[in-house]
Every structure is written in structure tokens, then in C-alpha cells.
């Protein structure tokens, strides 16, 4: 049935990624229901408003196929669940998920870091589980508006039962048409883990260091010292990778450098939420890479000290008044 008619979508976690994502499969012509917090009452009068080289949209309640909601008591049934909140919000998830994963659904994990798909298996089952990586360059500039700046491409691979993955599945092949019509390009890949770490590849040095040297990634980029310390901890990132088993292709590395010199002027979303006083993802970013990879036998210092370095920053915030 899934694959005779529109399908649909819930949205949890209404933002940079949940908020643009959402509005290009509506797009689409998909129907998808995003559900918000904070945003909720200025969204419904206003508008969810996405800014996008991919074209601009304003969804307004009532005018587009399915909605906004405030409760998953209010969300209907849907093929997909895209789970896009911070993975500091993920304590939810026992709580949002289960109301949303009927015998249809698949949940699709459009977060950061290791072990997302771990936690949601661990509430609905990992038959149900999708994981998605997401290279977008996406901020939220104010409630209910969101600016793409630049790229979109989203990595999908299945977590199956017992975290292993069970190839290119039905599900997969779905999003990928939905995304596809979209504008979104989409690729589709077996191998979970190496995916995950391939994303760590530009995540821990790119957010890492917008945060501890308060800076975008063109500031980055400009100088030679702050490239190289970069790669040096790209660099660390592939021999954690190799040490659990991933694996990450040769030049991957040296891409992810050019990419980042390549792109517009951009604002981490770690950095965002460290001026924001919002909680850092660090944990997932971070402490998890890290653990693995001494698990296997390999030390990773430069991530270490930049892990320490945020846990300060992070935990400095949270006790400010």
C-alpha cells in the first residue's frame, strides 16, 4: 500500500534539518505532519517559513497536505517518522516514538553522532529503523523560519534487528523517490557504521572547533594553521573508524576539506546552540566515537582534548543563571 499512493510523513523535531527537509517533501506532494513545541503558536499564525536556493515556502495550516501539531496525540498514522530533535532531546523519545510507530511505520534517525539508531530500536524495535545522515548546510534564524544555505544530501542505511542492516530495503527505496522528487539527492548505502563515521569525519572538526574558536567555517578555512588542525584531526577520525571496523574511502578525507572550503559562510549548528546557552551535542559527537575507539585498542588525543575542551564550554552554560 505504501508504494500506491502519497505517502506520509511525521516530522519530530521542527527545525534547521525537520523544518527544511519537511517542507521540500511537501514539495513534493507527500502529506507530512510536523509537530512542534515552542514554535507551535507562532507557526500556526504565521506560517512555517523555509528560505532555499531549492525555492522558498511558507506552509501555512490548511493549505498544504497534513499539518502542525503540538501533541502526537493529534498525528495520524504515517508511513514515515523523520526524528530530527537535537540528540540532547533524545530522552523524548521513549515518550514521542511509540504513539507514532504502528505496524507501518519507519522511523527514520536524522541526527548526529553514534548510536542514534541503538536508542530508537531500543523502543520500537530495530526491524523499524532507518538511519539518516544529513550534509546540509540549514540554520533556524527565528522561530518557525528556516534558511538552507547551501547543500541537502541525505546518506540512508538500514539498522535491522540486530543492528546489522539488511541492505537496500523497500523503506529506503521509498524515501529515496520522495526525496528524489523533491530535490534531494539521496544515497543509498549497506553499511550503517561506516556511514555514521564518515559524517564524524567532518562533524568533530568542524563543530568542535566553531565552538572553541568562535568561528564560521569560511574563518576556518582561511587560515593554514586552523586547516591543517582540521585534517590533523580528520586525520583521528579515520584511524577510530578503521579501529571499529568502518571504513572510510580513500580521498574522503581530502573531499570533506575542499567541500568545507567550498562552502558559503556557515554557522555550525554546535556553534548556535553553544551562543544560544542550549545544551551541546556532545555526547553522541563525541563521547560515544571516542569510547569505541578505545574499546579498540586506539587512543584519539586530539579528539579527547577537543572533547574536553567542549565538555567545559557545555557544562560552564549550563550552570549560568
Not at 555550525?268 to 551535542?281: F, I, N
Amino acid at each position: 500500500m505504501m508504494g500506491e499512493q502519497a505517502r506520509t510523513y511525521a516530522v519530530i523535531g521542527t527545525g534547521a534539518v525537520g523544518g527544511f527537509y519537511g517542507a521540500r517533501l511537501v514539495e513534493a506532494g507527500c502529506s507530512v505532519h510536523f509537530l512542534l513545541h515552542s514554535d507551535f503558536d507562532h507557526v500556526m499564525r504565521n506560517g512555517l517559513i523555509v528560505e532555499s536556493p531549492l525555492g522558498d515556502a511558507t506552509l501555512v495550516n490548511g493549505k498544504f497536505s497534513g499539518g502542525f501539531h503540538q501533541s502526537t496525540s493529534s498525528l495520524p498514522d504515517c508511513d514515515f517518522v523523520l526524528v530530527a530533535l537535537k540528540t540532547t532531546q533524545n530522552h523524548l523519545l521513549g515518550n514521542l516514538l511509540p504513539p507514532l510507530v504502528t505496524e507501518r511505520a519507519t522511523v527514520v534517525m536524522l541526527q548526529n553522532g553514534l548510536g542514534v539508531e541503538a536508542e530508537a530500536a531500543a523502543i520500537v524495535g530495530g526491524d523499524k529503523v532507518v538511519g539518516g545522515m544529513c550534509f546540509l548546510c540549514s540554520n533556524k534564524v527565528e522561530p518557525g523560519h528556516i534558511r538552507h544555505l547551501d547543500y541537502g544530501l541525505i546518506t540512508l542505511a538500514d539498522y535491522g534487528p540486530d543492528g546489522a542492516g539488511r541492505g537496500i530495503t523497500e523503506p529506503m527505496r521509498f524515501l529515496a523517490e520522495d526525496f528524489g522528487r523533491a530535490g534531494i539527492p539521496i544515497s543509498l548505502e549497506e553499511d550503517l557504521l561506516s556511514s555514521r563515521w564518515k559524517k564524524l569525519v567532518w562533524n568533530i572538526p568542524f563543530n568542535g572547533l566553531s565552538v572553541v574558536l568562535d568561528a564560521t567555517t569560511e574563518e576556518l578555512m582561511a587560515r593554514e594553521e586552523t586547516r591543517d588542525l582540521a585534517t590533523a584531526l580528520i586525520e583521528e577520525v579515520v584511524m577510530g573508524a578503521s579501529a571499529c571496523g568502518a571504513t572510510i574511502p580513500s580521498g574522503y578525507a581530502s573531499q570533506m576539506v575542499q567541500s568545507t572550503g567550498a562552502m558559503k559562510p556557515y554557522l555550525t549548528s554546535m556553534k548556535l546552540d553553544a551562543d544560544a546557552g542550549r545544551p551541546l551535542e556532545i555526547d553522541t559527537m563525541y563521547a560515544r566515537p571516542l569510547r569505541a575507539a578505545s574499546a579498540a585498542g586506539v587512543e584519539l588525543p586530539l579528539i579527547e582534548m577537543l572533547y574536553r575542551q567542549l565538555a567545559f564550554i557545555d557544562a560552564r552554560s549550563s550552570s549560568t543563571p
